[in-house]
C-alpha cells in the first residue's frame, strides 16, 4: 500500500512538472514588422540594417520639447552619433548645443555645427583636448575660447589644461565636474571644489570658469529603501552645496553653466525646479531597450536591427540529435534554428515573437542561431527584427542607418566616423 501510495505521488510529481514546462512563445510578426518585412524584401540589399522610425523619433522629440519647456536642451552626440540624425534634430528642437565624449567626433562636430555650442560630457586628457586644436580646422569661422566647454574633474587635470592653455596661447574654457551621487569621480565634496577654485585664482590661468556639470544618473536606480523622490532632493541638494560654494569665488561667471540630467532622469527635471539651468538628452530620443522605465514609459522605441534569415533548421544540439525530441517537448521554442546574417550585437531579439538567443549553442558574429518555435513562421529570406540594448556604439557598426517614414523607406544617414 505504501508502495502504491509513493508511485502515485511521484506520478503526479512528474505530471505538475510535466505541467510546468515552458509554455509556445512563437507568434508570427505583427502588422508594423510584417510590412517592414515585405519593404526590406524588396530594398534591403540582403545585409543587416539599422532603421531609424522617423514617425516615432519625432513624436519622442516633441515630447521631450513639450516637457523641457523653455529650459535650454543639450543633445548628446554619443548616443545620437550621425550628422544627419543630429542635424534633423537640431531644427525640430532648434537647439544648438552639443554634448561629445571623444575627441575626434568634437572635430567632426565642429564641421557639421560650426555655429554650435560643445561641451565635453567626460573629462579627456589634455593630449586629447592638444589633437582637437591641431586638426581644428581655421576656415569656418569657430573660435574654440567660446563654443567649447572642457570639463575638468581633478586637480591634477585642472593644472594639465593651464599647462595647456598657455602653450597654446589662448584661453581655455572649462565646467567643473561636480559628484552629486552618482560616485563616478569628479569633485567630490564642496570643499573641494572651493580649493579647485583657489588653485585657479592663485596663479595666473589662461583657464575661463564658465559653469558646473553633475550628472545624477543614479536617481534612476535608487534603491528601494532609498527611494527616486529621495534621492532627488539628495542630489538637487548636493548641486545646490556646490553653487553655493562657487558663487563666493571671484571666478564665478554672471551666467553661469549649469548642467545635468540626462536620458534616465531628465523628466524629473522638467517641472523647472532645482539647480539646473540646461538638461543633457540622448538615448531618450531613440529609446533603445536599455532605457525602458516608467520615466520614459511614453517614448517610443524608434531604432531596430534588421537581419535577414540565411537558414531554418530543427533545433537540434551537437552531439544532442537524439535529445532533441525530448528538448523540443518539454519547450517548444527549440523547435527550430535561425540562422541570421551577422550578429553578436548587443540587442534583443523582438520579431517574431518568441524567438530567443541560444545559449546552449552560443553567440555568433557571423551567422547568430535563434532559437524558436514552428509558431513563428519565419522562412529563408525573412528579416527578423532585433532591438539594441543602447544606441551608443551601435550606430557605427553600420555603414549608414535606414530611414522609415509611414512605413516606407525614404532615405539614408551616415553615421559619425571616429576619424
Known amino acids: 500500500m505504501r508502495r502504491r501510495t509513493l508511485l502515485g505521488l511521484g506520478a503526479l510529481g512528474a505530471l505538475g512538472l510535466w505541467a510546468a514546462r515552458p509554455t509556445d512563445h512563437g507568434r508570427p510578426h505583427d502588422a508594423y514588422f510584417k510590412d517592414l518585412n515585405q519593404l526590406l524584401q524588396r530594398d534591403g540589399g540582403g545585409i543587416p540594417q539599422l532603421i531609424i522610425d522617423l514617425d516615432r523619433l519625432d513624436a519622442n522629440a516633441d515630447l521631450l520639447a513639450t516637457r523641457l519647456g523653455p529650459r535650454p536642451l543639450r543633445l548628446v552626440a554619443k548616443s545620437l552619433a550621425s550628422g544627419g540624425l543630429l542635424e534633423y534634430l537640431a531644427r525640430r528642437l532648434n537647439c544648438s548645443r552639443f554634448m561629445a565624449f571623444h575627441q575626434p567626433q568634437l572635430n567632426q562636430l565642429v564641421r557639421l555645427f560650426p555655429g554650435a555650442d560643445l561641451l565635453l560630457g567626460k573629462p579627456l586628457p589634455a593630449a586629447a583636448a592638444l589633437a582637437f586644436y591641431q586638426q581644428l580646422p581655421h576656415h569656418l569661422g569657430f573660435e574654440p575660447s567660446r563654443q567649447v566647454t572642457w570639463l575638468v574633474d581633478s586637480p591634477q587635470r585642472l593644472q594639465a589644461y593651464a599647462e595647456l592653455g598657455r ?65 532627488l532632493v539628495e542630489s538637487n541638494a548636493r548641486y545646490q552645496a556646490f553653487i553655493q560654494v562657487a558663487q563666493a569665488s571671484r571666478l564665478w561667471p554672471k551666467s553661469p553653466l549649469l548642467n545635468g540630467g540626462g536620458s534616465q532622469t531628465y523628466p524629473l527635471h522638467a517641472n523647472g525646479k532645482g539647480p539646473l539651468n540646461e538638461v ?21 522605441p524608434a531604432l531596430w536591427i534588421a537581419t535577414p534569415v540565411l537558414k531554418v533548421l530543427d533545433g537540434a544540439l551537437p552531439y544532442l540529435k537524439g535529445a532533441q525530441g525530448v528538448l523540443q517537448g518539454w519547450n517548444p521554442n527549440r523547435q527550430r534554428a535561425h540562422y541570421l546574417y551577422g550578429g553578436n550585437w548587443q540587442a534583443t531579439p523582438t520579431s517574431p515573437a518568441g524567438l530567443a538567443y541560444d545559449h546552449l549553442y552560443g553567440r555568433s558574429a557571423n551567422q547568430e542561431r535563434l532559437v524558436g518555435s514552428d509558431a513563428t513562421g519565419l522562412a529563408v529570406d525573412d528579416w527578423v527584427f532585433l532591438r539594441p540594448t543602447h544606441s551608443e556604439g551601435t550606430l557605427g557598426e553600420f555603414a549608414d542607418l535606414r530611414l522609415l517614414r509611414r512605413r516606407s523607406l525614404v532615405g539614408r544617414w551616415n553615421p559619425l566616423g571616429l576619424a
Do not use: C, N
Request: net charge negative; no cysteine.
Open 167 to 231: 602653450g597654446l596661447g589662448q584661453p581655455l574654457q572649462i565646467a567643473l565636474e561636480i559628484d552629486i551621487g552618482l560616485a563616478r569621480g569628479g569633485f567630490p565634496t564642496p570643499e573641494a571644489l572651493g580649493s579647485a577654485l583657489q588653485q585657479m585664482a592663485a596663479s595666473p590661468s589662461t583657464l575661463q570658469l564658465r559653469g558646473l556639470m553633475g550628472y545624477d544618473a543614479q536617481v534612476a536606480h535608487a534603491p528601494f529603501w532609498v527611494g527616486r523622490e529621495r534621492a
Open 280 to 300: 543633457a538628452v540622448g538615448s531618450a530620443l531613440l529609446k533603445p531597450a536599455g532605457f525602458d522605465s516608467d520615466l520614459l514609459h511614453e517614448h517610443q
